[in-house]
Nanobody, 112 residues
Framework: QVRLVESGGGLVQPGGSLRLSCAAS????????MSWVRQAPGKGLEWVSD????????HYPDSVKGRFTISRDNAKNTLYLQMNSLKPEDTAMYYC?????WGQGTQVTVSS
């Protein structure tokens, strides 16, 4: 059974950092493309990052490029999103996805 569980969200001041985790079970993270998306209040889903299977090429939209880094720990079968230089507009529910499944999300709030 495929399961994705996000954690690591919280309240952070502008300019701060957070690292989100996505613990996967029922499949192998490194053998599948994985993604992070987010949804701000009242807005649609926004793609944040993805990492390819195997060699692990990564991609980001301009809105987070240079500030966010997606990575994975194959031994822990876990996906990460390191978020630096956070801005109020990064406030959203963050979801990880893979093998046509999504987690329940973790809330990130950037506010002073």
């Amino acid at each position: 059974q495929v399961r994705l569980v996000e954690s690591g969200g919280g309240l952070v001041q502008p300019g701060g950092s957070l690292r989100l985790s996505c613990a996967a079970s029922g499949f192998t993270v490194s053998s599948n493309g994985m993604s992070w998306v987010r949804q701000a209040p009242g807005k649609g889903l926004e793609w944040v990052s993805d990492i390819q299977s195997g060699a692990g090429g990564t991609h980001y939209p301009d809105s987070v490029k240079g500030r966010f880094t997606i990575s994975r720990d194959n031994a822990k079968n876990t996906l990460y999103l390191q978020m630096n230089s956070l801005k109020p507009e990064d406030t959203a529910m963050y979801y990880c996805g893979g093998v046509a499944s999504w987690g329940q999300g973790t809330q990130v709030t950037v506010s002073s």
